[in-house]
Protein backbone atom coordinates (compact mmCIF):
# COMPACT_ATOMS: atom_id res chain seq x y z
CA UNK A 1 0.00 0.00 0.00
CA UNK A 2 0.97 3.35 -0.53
CA UNK A 3 3.17 4.93 2.54
CA UNK A 4 0.76 7.50 3.12
CA UNK A 5 -2.32 5.22 4.18
CA UNK A 6 -2.40 5.22 7.76
CA UNK A 7 -0.81 1.58 9.49
CA UNK A 8 -3.88 0.93 11.16
CA UNK A 9 -5.81 0.16 8.03
CA UNK A 10 -3.07 -1.81 7.24
CA UNK A 11 -3.11 -3.72 10.54
CA UNK A 12 -7.26 -3.96 9.25
CA UNK A 13 -6.58 -5.53 6.20
CA UNK A 14 -4.73 -8.17 7.20
CA UNK A 15 -6.11 -8.88 10.25
CA UNK A 16 -6.27 -12.22 11.41
CA UNK A 17 -9.52 -14.35 13.16
CA UNK A 18 -7.23 -15.68 15.91
CA UNK A 19 -6.29 -12.32 16.94
CA UNK A 20 -10.28 -10.83 17.71
CA UNK A 21 -10.74 -12.83 20.95
CA UNK A 22 -7.57 -11.90 22.65
CA UNK A 23 -7.95 -8.38 21.36
CA UNK A 24 -11.71 -8.66 23.22
CA UNK A 25 -10.40 -9.90 26.27
CA UNK A 26 -7.43 -7.17 26.70
CA UNK A 27 -9.37 -4.12 25.74
CA UNK A 28 -12.20 -4.93 28.33
CA UNK A 29 -9.16 -5.53 30.93
CA UNK A 30 -7.32 -2.63 30.15
CA UNK A 31 -10.50 -0.39 30.28
CA UNK A 32 -10.60 -1.49 34.27
CA UNK A 33 -7.17 0.83 34.58
CA UNK A 34 -8.49 3.37 32.00
CA UNK A 35 -11.32 4.92 33.80
CA UNK A 36 -9.55 6.09 37.55
CA UNK A 37 -6.34 6.63 35.72
CA UNK A 38 -7.72 9.07 33.56
CA UNK A 39 -9.87 10.44 36.04
CA UNK A 40 -7.00 10.64 38.72
CA UNK A 41 -4.77 12.43 36.51
CA UNK A 42 -6.88 14.82 35.65
CA UNK A 43 -7.08 15.48 39.22
CA UNK A 44 -3.47 15.89 39.12
CA UNK A 45 -3.41 18.35 36.05
CA UNK A 46 -6.15 20.19 37.62
CA UNK A 47 -8.91 19.38 35.82
CA UNK A 48 -12.36 17.67 35.83
CA UNK A 49 -12.15 14.45 36.24
CA UNK A 50 -14.20 13.53 33.47
CA UNK A 51 -11.32 15.17 31.04
CA UNK A 52 -9.17 12.48 32.01
CA UNK A 53 -11.61 10.13 30.10
CA UNK A 54 -12.27 12.54 26.96
CA UNK A 55 -8.29 12.09 27.14
CA UNK A 56 -8.25 8.43 26.79
CA UNK A 57 -10.85 7.84 24.45
CA UNK A 58 -10.15 10.27 21.52
CA UNK A 59 -6.93 9.13 21.88
CA UNK A 60 -6.74 5.72 21.85
CA UNK A 61 -9.16 5.61 18.67
CA UNK A 62 -6.58 8.70 16.74
CA UNK A 63 -3.33 6.16 17.44
CA UNK A 64 -5.57 3.21 16.44
CA UNK A 65 -5.69 4.89 13.44
CA UNK A 66 -2.11 6.55 12.98
CA UNK A 67 -0.28 4.64 15.41
CA UNK A 68 2.55 1.90 14.19
CA UNK A 69 2.76 0.27 17.46
CA UNK A 70 0.18 -2.34 17.23
CA UNK A 71 -0.38 -2.72 21.57
CA UNK A 72 0.65 0.63 22.56
CA UNK A 73 -2.20 2.27 24.95
CA UNK A 74 -2.37 6.02 25.42
CA UNK A 75 -3.92 8.18 27.74
CA UNK A 76 -3.13 10.63 30.40
CA UNK A 77 0.31 10.24 32.24
CA UNK A 78 1.83 10.71 35.44
CA UNK A 79 4.96 12.54 34.30
CA UNK A 80 3.03 15.26 32.12
CA UNK A 81 -0.39 15.65 34.50
CA UNK A 82 2.03 18.22 36.88
CA UNK A 83 3.78 20.32 33.59
CA UNK A 84 -0.04 20.60 32.62
CA UNK A 85 -1.18 21.82 35.49
CA UNK A 86 1.77 24.00 36.21
CA UNK A 87 1.10 25.49 32.59
CA UNK A 88 -2.86 26.19 32.54
CA UNK A 89 -3.78 26.63 35.97
CA UNK A 90 -2.31 30.36 36.40
CA UNK A 91 -3.72 31.94 33.09
CA UNK A 92 -7.16 30.24 34.34
CA UNK A 93 -6.96 31.53 37.68
CA UNK A 94 -9.66 29.40 39.25
CA UNK A 95 -12.10 29.58 35.78
CA UNK A 96 -12.86 25.16 35.73
CA UNK A 97 -14.31 26.11 31.79
CA UNK A 98 -11.07 27.87 31.07
CA UNK A 99 -8.76 25.64 32.51
CA UNK A 100 -10.19 22.93 30.69
CA UNK A 101 -9.88 25.03 26.81
CA UNK A 102 -6.63 26.04 28.26
CA UNK A 103 -5.55 22.16 28.47
CA UNK A 104 -7.04 21.38 25.03
CA UNK A 105 -5.27 24.40 23.51
CA UNK A 106 -1.91 22.72 24.76
CA UNK A 107 -2.93 19.71 23.56
CA UNK A 108 -3.32 20.79 20.45
CA UNK A 109 -0.10 22.81 20.54
CA UNK A 110 1.83 19.83 21.73
CA UNK A 111 0.11 17.70 18.37
CA UNK A 112 1.34 20.33 16.03
CA UNK A 113 5.01 20.31 17.22
CA UNK A 114 5.18 16.61 17.11
CA UNK A 115 3.20 16.70 13.66
CA UNK A 116 5.89 18.95 12.52
CA UNK A 117 8.45 17.23 14.04
CA UNK A 118 7.04 13.60 12.26
CA UNK A 119 6.94 15.58 8.67
CA UNK A 120 10.61 16.53 9.55
CA UNK A 121 11.72 13.42 10.20
CA UNK A 122 12.97 14.75 13.82
CA UNK A 123 12.61 11.30 15.87
CA UNK A 124 16.40 11.72 16.76
CA UNK A 125 15.30 14.19 19.28
CA UNK A 126 14.84 11.71 22.06
CA UNK A 127 18.53 12.22 22.66
CA UNK A 128 17.98 15.95 24.24
CA UNK A 129 16.75 13.95 27.04
CA UNK A 130 19.46 11.36 28.13
CA UNK A 131 19.34 8.92 30.42
CA UNK A 132 20.60 10.24 34.07
CA UNK A 133 18.54 13.53 32.81
CA UNK A 134 15.46 11.69 32.54
CA UNK A 135 16.38 9.64 35.89
CA UNK A 136 16.73 12.57 37.92
CA UNK A 137 13.50 14.34 35.87
CA UNK A 138 11.08 11.45 36.77
CA UNK A 139 12.27 11.35 40.01
CA UNK A 140 11.24 14.66 40.84
CA UNK A 141 8.09 14.25 38.87
CA UNK A 142 7.13 11.17 40.88
CA UNK A 143 8.06 13.20 44.13
CA UNK A 144 5.97 15.87 43.26
CA UNK A 145 2.69 14.07 42.41
CA UNK A 146 2.88 11.76 45.61
CA UNK A 147 3.40 15.29 47.76
CA UNK A 148 0.50 16.58 45.78
CA UNK A 149 -1.81 13.27 46.15
CA UNK A 150 -0.96 12.77 50.30
CA UNK A 151 -3.68 15.37 51.80
CA UNK A 152 -6.19 13.50 49.33
CA UNK A 153 -5.47 10.76 50.68
CA UNK A 154 -5.69 11.78 53.84
CA UNK A 155 -8.83 13.30 53.84
CA UNK A 156 -7.83 17.19 53.97
CA UNK A 157 -6.51 20.11 51.73
CA UNK A 158 -3.76 22.37 51.87
CA UNK A 159 -2.32 24.97 50.32
CA UNK A 160 1.32 25.63 49.27
CA UNK A 161 3.24 27.82 47.15
CA UNK A 162 6.04 25.39 46.07
CA UNK A 163 6.83 22.30 46.72
CA UNK A 164 8.60 22.92 50.35
CA UNK A 165 5.65 24.73 51.23
CA UNK A 166 3.19 22.29 50.02
CA UNK A 167 5.32 19.82 52.60
CA UNK A 168 5.50 21.77 55.50
CA UNK A 169 1.77 22.32 54.98
CA UNK A 170 1.15 18.87 54.85
CA UNK A 171 2.75 18.18 58.24
CA UNK A 172 1.91 20.97 59.87
CA UNK A 173 -1.90 19.46 59.02
CA UNK A 174 -1.39 16.21 60.43
CA UNK A 175 0.25 17.81 63.51
CA UNK A 176 -2.59 19.44 64.22
CA UNK A 177 -5.07 16.70 64.09
CA UNK A 178 -6.53 17.35 60.09
CA UNK A 179 -5.98 14.11 58.94
CA UNK A 180 -9.86 12.10 58.50
CA UNK A 181 -9.96 8.78 60.05
CA UNK A 182 -12.45 6.96 57.73
CA UNK A 183 -10.47 8.96 54.44
CA UNK A 184 -7.08 7.31 55.81
CA UNK A 185 -8.85 4.30 56.02
CA UNK A 186 -9.64 4.14 52.76
CA UNK A 187 -6.81 5.68 51.04
CA UNK A 188 -4.24 3.52 52.77
CA UNK A 189 -6.81 0.40 52.56
CA UNK A 190 -6.69 1.11 48.95
CA UNK A 191 -3.20 1.41 48.60
CA UNK A 192 -2.68 -2.34 50.71
CA UNK A 193 -4.84 -3.64 47.88
CA UNK A 194 -3.39 -2.18 44.86
CA UNK A 195 0.47 -3.09 46.53
CA UNK A 196 -0.43 -6.23 47.88
CA UNK A 197 -2.45 -7.67 44.40
CA UNK A 198 0.72 -6.58 42.35
CA UNK A 199 3.15 -8.49 44.61
CA UNK A 200 1.09 -11.31 44.28
CA UNK A 201 0.85 -11.19 40.29
CA UNK A 202 -2.91 -11.33 40.62
CA UNK A 203 -4.78 -12.15 37.75
CA UNK A 204 -7.31 -9.35 38.49
CA UNK A 205 -5.70 -6.05 38.39
CA UNK A 206 -5.25 -4.79 42.27
CA UNK A 207 -6.60 -0.62 40.78
CA UNK A 208 -9.38 -2.53 39.63
CA UNK A 209 -10.29 -4.46 43.06
CA UNK A 210 -9.72 -1.28 45.19
CA UNK A 211 -11.83 0.98 43.22
CA UNK A 212 -14.90 -1.53 43.14
CA UNK A 213 -14.52 -2.46 46.49
CA UNK A 214 -14.09 1.16 47.97
CA UNK A 215 -16.96 2.16 45.77
CA UNK A 216 -19.23 -0.43 46.89
CA UNK A 217 -18.38 0.28 51.01
CA UNK A 218 -18.95 3.78 50.62
CA UNK A 219 -22.22 3.50 48.87
CA UNK A 220 -23.49 0.16 51.29
CA UNK A 221 -21.90 2.58 54.15
CA UNK A 222 -23.43 5.94 53.20
CA UNK A 223 -20.51 7.49 53.35
CA UNK A 224 -21.32 9.71 50.69
CA UNK A 225 -22.01 12.64 52.59
CA UNK A 226 -19.23 12.05 54.65
CA UNK A 227 -16.12 11.62 52.69
CA UNK A 228 -14.75 13.21 49.72
CA UNK A 229 -16.10 11.62 46.56
CA UNK A 230 -15.08 11.88 43.23
CA UNK A 231 -18.64 12.64 42.20
CA UNK A 232 -21.26 11.87 39.16
CA UNK A 233 -19.74 12.48 36.12
CA UNK A 234 -21.91 14.76 33.51
CA UNK A 235 -23.54 13.05 31.15
CA UNK A 236 -22.18 13.66 27.44
CA UNK A 237 -19.58 12.20 25.16
CA UNK A 238 -16.31 13.79 23.85
CA UNK A 239 -16.85 17.48 22.57
CA UNK A 240 -15.22 20.21 21.57
CA UNK A 241 -14.73 23.06 24.48
CA UNK A 242 -12.42 25.77 23.50
CA UNK A 243 -14.13 29.09 24.30
CA UNK A 244 -12.94 31.76 25.43
CA UNK A 245 -9.16 31.35 24.17
CA UNK A 246 -7.02 34.53 23.03
CA UNK A 247 -3.61 34.29 20.60
CA UNK A 248 -1.85 35.37 24.26
CA UNK A 249 -2.68 32.01 25.47
CA UNK A 250 -0.90 30.80 22.73
CA UNK A 251 2.18 32.37 24.03
CA UNK A 252 1.82 31.46 27.21
CA UNK A 253 1.86 28.04 26.67
CA UNK A 254 4.78 27.80 23.59
CA UNK A 255 7.27 26.63 26.32
CA UNK A 256 5.43 24.69 28.11
CA UNK A 257 3.49 22.86 24.88
CA UNK A 258 7.93 22.19 23.67
CA UNK A 259 8.61 20.56 27.04
CA UNK A 260 5.42 18.08 26.74
CA UNK A 261 5.99 17.43 23.31
CA UNK A 262 9.90 16.55 24.09
CA UNK A 263 9.02 14.53 27.31
CA UNK A 264 5.77 13.01 25.47
CA UNK A 265 7.25 11.53 22.90
CA UNK A 266 10.46 10.51 24.71
CA UNK A 267 8.88 8.53 26.90
CA UNK A 268 6.61 7.04 24.19
CA UNK A 269 9.68 6.33 21.53
CA UNK A 270 11.56 4.86 24.04
CA UNK A 271 8.62 2.45 25.67
CA UNK A 272 7.50 1.99 21.84
CA UNK A 273 11.08 0.22 20.40
CA UNK A 274 11.26 -2.00 23.69
CA UNK A 275 8.18 -3.50 22.90
CA UNK A 276 8.96 -3.62 18.98
CA UNK A 277 12.08 -5.00 19.81
CA UNK A 278 10.10 -7.63 22.45
CA UNK A 279 7.99 -8.73 19.82
CA UNK A 280 10.28 -8.87 16.82
CA UNK A 281 9.14 -5.52 15.13
CA UNK A 282 10.72 -2.06 14.07
CA UNK A 283 8.82 1.55 15.04
CA UNK A 284 9.72 4.40 12.81
CA UNK A 285 10.81 7.16 15.47
CA UNK A 286 9.58 9.67 13.01
CA UNK A 287 5.88 7.97 12.05
CA UNK A 288 5.98 7.79 16.23
CA UNK A 289 6.06 11.27 16.48
CA UNK A 290 3.51 11.61 14.26
CA UNK A 291 1.36 9.45 15.70
CA UNK A 292 1.41 10.73 19.16
CA UNK A 293 1.03 14.16 17.44
CA UNK A 294 -2.13 13.18 15.70
CA UNK A 295 -3.41 11.95 19.24
CA UNK A 296 -2.73 14.74 20.83
CA UNK A 297 -4.37 17.22 18.18
CA UNK A 298 -7.88 14.79 18.73
CA UNK A 299 -7.56 15.22 22.19
CA UNK A 300 -7.61 18.73 22.17
CA UNK A 301 -9.65 19.27 19.91
CA UNK A 302 -12.82 17.12 22.02
CA UNK A 303 -12.10 18.44 25.63
CA UNK A 304 -9.24 16.10 26.93
CA UNK A 305 -5.29 17.66 27.53
CA UNK A 306 -1.82 16.24 26.36
CA UNK A 307 -1.39 12.58 26.83
CA UNK A 308 1.25 9.90 26.34
CA UNK A 309 2.12 6.01 25.57
CA UNK A 310 0.89 4.47 29.32
CA UNK A 311 3.75 2.74 30.77
CA UNK A 312 1.51 0.63 33.48
CA UNK A 313 -1.36 0.41 31.06
CA UNK A 314 0.48 -0.85 28.09
CA UNK A 315 2.33 -3.94 29.60
CA UNK A 316 -1.54 -4.72 31.15
CA UNK A 317 -2.64 -5.33 27.62
CA UNK A 318 0.12 -6.94 26.51
CA UNK A 319 -0.02 -9.22 29.40
CA UNK A 320 -3.77 -9.94 28.98
CA UNK A 321 -3.00 -11.11 24.87
CA UNK A 322 -3.87 -7.79 23.15
CA UNK A 323 -2.44 -8.85 19.07
CA UNK A 324 -3.25 -5.30 17.62
CA UNK A 325 -4.36 -1.51 17.99
CA UNK A 326 -8.72 -3.36 17.81
CA UNK A 327 -7.70 -3.39 21.95
CA UNK A 328 -7.64 0.81 22.05
CA UNK A 329 -10.78 0.79 20.12
CA UNK A 330 -12.65 -2.19 22.85
CA UNK A 331 -11.46 0.16 25.22
CA UNK A 332 -12.54 3.44 24.13
CA UNK A 333 -15.97 2.25 23.17
CA UNK A 334 -15.94 0.65 27.06
CA UNK A 335 -15.26 3.94 27.92
CA UNK A 336 -17.74 5.66 25.65
CA UNK A 337 -20.51 3.23 27.21
CA UNK A 338 -19.12 3.90 30.97
CA UNK A 339 -19.96 7.58 30.24
CA UNK A 340 -23.76 6.99 28.94
CA UNK A 341 -24.99 4.15 30.70
CA UNK A 342 -23.14 4.40 34.07
CA UNK A 343 -22.22 8.14 34.67
CA UNK A 344 -23.39 7.97 38.25
CA UNK A 345 -20.86 4.83 39.38
CA UNK A 346 -17.89 7.50 40.55
CA UNK A 347 -20.79 9.53 42.78
CA UNK A 348 -19.30 6.88 45.91
CA UNK A 349 -15.69 6.87 44.44
CA UNK A 350 -14.02 8.30 47.58
CA UNK A 351 -10.97 10.84 46.66
CA UNK A 352 -8.55 9.10 48.62
CA UNK A 353 -8.91 6.09 47.03
CA UNK A 354 -8.33 8.09 43.62
CA UNK A 355 -5.11 9.32 45.52
CA UNK A 356 -4.11 5.73 46.04
CA UNK A 357 -4.02 5.10 42.74
CA UNK A 358 -2.03 7.87 41.46
CA UNK A 359 0.42 7.39 44.14
CA UNK A 360 0.75 4.00 43.24
CA UNK A 361 1.53 5.00 39.53
CA UNK A 362 3.45 7.70 40.18
CA UNK A 363 5.90 5.32 42.93
CA UNK A 364 6.50 3.56 39.51
CA UNK A 365 8.51 6.40 37.82
CA UNK A 366 11.09 6.42 41.17
CA UNK A 367 13.98 4.78 40.20
CA UNK A 368 16.49 4.82 43.29
CA UNK A 369 18.39 2.10 41.69
CA UNK A 370 18.90 4.00 38.88
CA UNK A 371 20.70 6.62 40.43
CA UNK A 372 22.87 4.85 42.96
CA UNK A 373 23.85 2.80 39.73
CA UNK A 374 24.80 6.28 38.02
CA UNK A 375 27.01 7.27 40.86
CA UNK A 376 29.01 3.89 41.02
CA UNK A 377 29.42 4.25 37.08
CA UNK A 378 29.75 8.15 36.13
CA UNK A 379 30.15 10.87 39.03
CA UNK A 380 29.30 12.96 36.21
CA UNK A 381 26.28 11.54 35.18
CA UNK A 382 25.35 11.22 39.11
CA UNK A 383 25.69 15.22 39.09
CA UNK A 384 23.60 15.45 36.30
CA UNK A 385 20.63 13.86 37.53
CA UNK A 386 20.55 15.41 40.41
CA UNK A 387 20.54 18.78 39.13
CA UNK A 388 17.83 18.33 37.08
CA UNK A 389 15.78 16.31 39.86
CA UNK A 390 16.71 19.53 41.98
CA UNK A 391 15.64 21.79 39.12
CA UNK A 392 12.49 20.31 38.73
CA UNK A 393 11.49 19.78 42.34
CA UNK A 394 13.16 23.42 43.39
CA UNK A 395 12.04 25.82 40.45
CA UNK A 396 9.27 23.64 39.15
CA UNK A 397 8.06 21.64 36.49
CA UNK A 398 8.01 23.77 33.16
CA UNK A 399 11.20 25.81 34.73
CA UNK A 400 13.05 22.07 35.11
CA UNK A 401 12.65 21.12 31.95
CA UNK A 402 14.16 23.58 30.34
CA UNK A 403 16.92 22.72 33.20
CA UNK A 404 16.99 19.09 31.71
CA UNK A 405 17.52 20.46 28.64
CA UNK A 406 20.13 22.37 28.85
CA UNK A 407 21.75 19.78 30.99
CA UNK A 408 21.19 17.34 28.22
CA UNK A 409 23.45 20.04 26.28
CA UNK A 410 26.15 20.79 28.84
CA UNK A 411 26.81 16.94 28.86
CA UNK A 412 27.59 17.08 25.57
CA UNK A 413 29.53 19.76 25.74
CA UNK A 414 31.12 18.13 28.62
CA UNK A 415 32.46 14.85 27.18
CA UNK A 416 33.39 16.45 23.90
CA UNK A 417 34.95 19.33 25.54
CA UNK A 418 37.16 16.65 27.59
CA UNK A 419 37.46 13.92 25.68
CA UNK A 420 39.68 10.78 25.98
CA UNK A 421 43.37 11.61 24.52
CA UNK A 422 46.86 9.78 24.37
CA UNK A 423 50.11 9.81 23.19
CA UNK A 424 50.60 6.16 21.55
CA UNK A 425 54.02 4.44 20.81
CA UNK A 426 55.26 0.65 20.19
CA UNK A 427 54.54 -2.04 22.73
CA UNK A 428 56.52 -5.32 22.01
CA UNK A 429 54.71 -8.46 21.11
CA UNK A 430 51.33 -6.31 20.16
CA UNK A 431 50.70 -5.04 16.84
CA UNK A 432 49.80 -1.25 16.04
CA UNK A 433 50.57 1.79 17.96
CA UNK A 434 49.08 1.97 21.68
CA UNK A 435 48.26 4.04 24.14
CA UNK A 436 51.24 4.69 26.42
CA UNK A 437 49.74 5.74 29.98
CA UNK A 438 48.14 1.87 29.00
CA UNK A 439 51.07 0.50 28.27
CA UNK A 440 54.19 1.99 30.15
CA UNK A 441 56.46 -0.66 29.11
CA UNK A 442 55.64 0.98 25.33
CA UNK A 443 58.25 3.33 23.83
CA UNK A 444 58.00 6.03 21.49
CA UNK A 445 59.62 6.04 18.59
CA UNK A 446 63.02 8.21 18.20
CA UNK A 447 62.32 11.91 16.68
CA UNK A 448 58.30 10.98 16.50
CA UNK A 449 55.63 11.77 19.02
CA UNK A 450 51.78 10.39 17.68
CA UNK A 451 48.96 11.84 19.17
CA UNK A 452 45.36 10.96 19.38
CA UNK A 453 42.40 12.84 20.43
CA UNK A 454 38.61 11.14 20.73
CA UNK A 455 36.22 14.18 19.61
CA UNK A 456 35.60 16.73 17.20
CA UNK A 457 37.78 19.31 17.03
CA UNK A 458 35.05 22.55 17.79
CA UNK A 459 35.30 25.93 20.06
CA UNK A 460 35.10 24.51 23.68
CA UNK A 461 37.90 22.02 23.16
CA UNK A 462 40.37 23.21 20.95
CA UNK A 463 42.39 24.92 23.08
CA UNK A 464 42.57 21.44 25.04
CA UNK A 465 43.92 19.78 21.82
CA UNK A 466 46.53 22.35 21.23
CA UNK A 467 47.82 22.33 24.80
CA UNK A 468 47.69 18.48 24.87
CA UNK A 469 49.62 17.95 21.69
CA UNK A 470 52.12 20.71 22.60
CA UNK A 471 52.62 18.93 26.25
CA UNK A 472 53.66 15.59 24.65
CA UNK A 473 55.77 17.49 21.99
CA UNK A 474 58.08 19.00 24.97
CA UNK A 475 58.02 15.80 26.95
CA UNK A 476 59.46 13.84 24.74
CA UNK A 477 63.04 16.10 24.15
CA UNK A 478 64.68 18.12 21.84
CA UNK A 479 65.18 15.55 19.07
CA UNK A 480 61.47 15.40 18.11
CA UNK A 481 60.93 16.47 14.31
CA UNK A 482 57.92 15.10 13.69
CA UNK A 483 54.40 14.87 15.01
CA UNK A 484 52.01 12.07 13.81
CA UNK A 485 47.87 12.75 14.73
CA UNK A 486 45.97 9.90 14.45
CA UNK A 487 43.01 11.73 13.51
CA UNK A 488 40.16 8.79 12.94
CA UNK A 489 38.21 10.18 16.12
CA UNK A 490 38.28 13.40 14.83
CA UNK A 491 34.80 14.10 12.56
CA UNK A 492 34.87 17.29 12.12
CA UNK A 493 36.36 20.71 13.32
CA UNK A 494 34.81 23.75 13.52
CA UNK A 495 36.27 28.04 12.78
CA UNK A 496 37.55 28.34 15.99
CA UNK A 497 39.18 24.92 16.14
CA UNK A 498 40.71 25.24 13.00
CA UNK A 499 42.26 28.42 14.01
CA UNK A 500 43.82 26.10 17.15
CA UNK A 501 44.81 23.56 14.90
CA UNK A 502 46.60 26.20 12.55
CA UNK A 503 48.46 28.15 15.55
CA UNK A 504 49.75 24.62 16.27
CA UNK A 505 51.18 23.81 12.90
CA UNK A 506 53.22 27.45 13.25
CA UNK A 507 54.08 26.79 16.81
CA UNK A 508 55.37 23.18 15.57
CA UNK A 509 56.95 24.90 12.49
CA UNK A 510 58.95 27.27 14.70
CA UNK A 511 60.66 24.53 16.28
CA UNK A 512 61.67 22.28 12.72
CA UNK A 513 58.81 19.85 13.56
CA UNK A 514 56.66 18.22 10.90
CA UNK A 515 52.59 17.65 12.06
CA UNK A 516 51.43 14.67 9.10
CA UNK A 517 47.78 13.59 9.58
CA UNK A 518 46.74 10.24 9.46
CA UNK A 519 43.81 8.44 8.60
CA UNK A 520 41.71 11.87 8.70
CA UNK A 521 37.95 11.05 7.34
CA UNK A 522 37.68 12.69 3.47
CA UNK A 523 34.85 15.03 4.67
CA UNK A 524 36.83 16.18 6.99
CA UNK A 525 39.88 17.02 4.68
CA UNK A 526 37.61 18.15 2.63
CA UNK A 527 35.97 21.16 5.58
CA UNK A 528 39.71 21.55 5.75
CA UNK A 529 40.11 22.69 2.15
CA UNK A 530 37.02 24.59 2.75
CA UNK A 531 38.49 26.55 5.27
CA UNK A 532 41.50 27.79 2.51
CA UNK A 533 43.90 25.70 3.79
CA UNK A 534 44.63 23.35 1.20
CA UNK A 535 47.96 25.07 0.32
CA UNK A 536 48.92 24.56 3.71
CA UNK A 537 47.79 20.81 4.64
CA UNK A 538 49.10 19.64 1.11
CA UNK A 539 48.28 16.07 -0.07
CA UNK A 540 52.31 14.97 1.17
CA UNK A 541 51.36 15.86 4.82
CA UNK A 542 48.47 13.33 4.78
CA UNK A 543 48.80 9.42 5.74
CA UNK A 544 46.65 6.90 5.09
CA UNK A 545 47.24 4.99 8.08
CA UNK A 546 49.77 5.68 11.47
CA UNK A 547 51.87 2.93 10.25
CA UNK A 548 52.18 4.12 6.48
CA UNK A 549 53.14 8.21 8.08
CA UNK A 550 55.94 5.95 10.18
CA UNK A 551 57.59 3.57 7.57
CA UNK A 552 57.92 6.69 5.50
CA UNK A 553 59.12 8.84 8.71
CA UNK A 554 61.56 6.50 9.92
CA UNK A 555 62.81 5.65 6.63
CA UNK A 556 63.18 9.27 5.18
CA UNK A 557 64.21 10.68 8.79
CA UNK A 558 68.06 11.24 7.82
CA UNK A 559 66.96 12.96 4.04
CA UNK A 560 65.01 15.54 3.20
CA UNK A 561 61.51 15.55 5.18
CA UNK A 562 59.96 18.38 3.22
CA UNK A 563 60.51 16.30 -0.05
CA UNK A 564 58.42 13.12 1.41
CA UNK A 565 55.67 11.69 -0.54
CA UNK A 566 53.34 9.33 0.43
CA UNK A 567 53.16 7.15 -2.85
CA UNK A 568 49.24 5.59 -3.17
CA UNK A 569 50.47 2.84 -5.11
CA UNK A 570 53.27 1.77 -2.67
CA UNK A 571 51.48 -1.28 -0.13
CA UNK A 572 51.86 0.19 3.22
CA UNK A 573 51.34 -1.71 6.33
CA UNK A 574 47.64 -2.01 7.13
CA UNK A 575 47.82 -5.45 7.17
CA UNK A 576 51.51 -6.32 7.84
CA UNK A 577 54.02 -6.62 5.41
CA UNK A 578 53.29 -10.12 4.42
CA UNK A 579 49.80 -9.65 4.98
CA UNK A 580 47.27 -10.24 7.49
CA UNK A 581 48.97 -13.00 9.10
CA UNK A 582 52.58 -11.76 7.96
CA UNK A 583 55.77 -11.66 10.40
CA UNK A 584 56.07 -8.71 12.66
CA UNK A 585 58.54 -6.27 10.89
CA UNK A 586 60.58 -5.03 13.77
CA UNK A 587 61.51 -1.47 12.48
CA UNK A 588 57.58 -1.10 10.74
CA UNK A 589 54.74 -1.69 13.30
CA UNK A 590 52.27 -2.99 10.70
CA UNK A 591 48.58 -1.85 12.00
CA UNK A 592 47.45 1.42 13.10
CA UNK A 593 46.16 1.75 16.95
CA UNK A 594 42.13 2.24 16.44
Known amino acids: ?194 VGLTLLRSPVPGVLVAVVAATLLTWILGLGERLPVVGALPAGLPAPALGGLEWADVAGLALPAAGIALVAFTDTAVFSRSLAARRGETVSGSAEMAAIGSANVASGLFGGFPISASSSRTPVAEQAGSKSQLTGVVGAVLLVLFIVLAPGVTEFLPSATLAAVVVTAAARLIDVRGFVRLVGMDRVDAALSAAAFVGVFVFGVIEGIAVTIGLSLLAFVYHSWRPYRAELGRVTGLRGYHDLSRNPEGE ?131 EGPSGPDGPEHPGRPPQPDR
Open 1 to 194: MPRWVPPGVEVARHYRRDWLVPDLRAGIVVTALLIPAGMGYARVAGLPPETGLYATIVPLLAYALFGPSRILVLGPDSALAPIIAAAILPLAVGDDERAVALAGLLAIMVGAILLLGGVLRLGFVTDLLSKPIRVGYLNAIALLVLISQVPALLGFSVDGDSPVAEVVAIWSALVGGEADPIAVAFGLGSLVVI
Open 444 to 574: RIPGVVIVRFDAPLFFANGGLFDDFVRSRVEAAGADVRTVILAAEPITDIDTTAVDEFVELDDWLANRGIRLVIAEMKDPVVDVLRRYGLADRFTPDRFAPTVGAAVDEITGTLRGDLEGTKWDADRPDDR
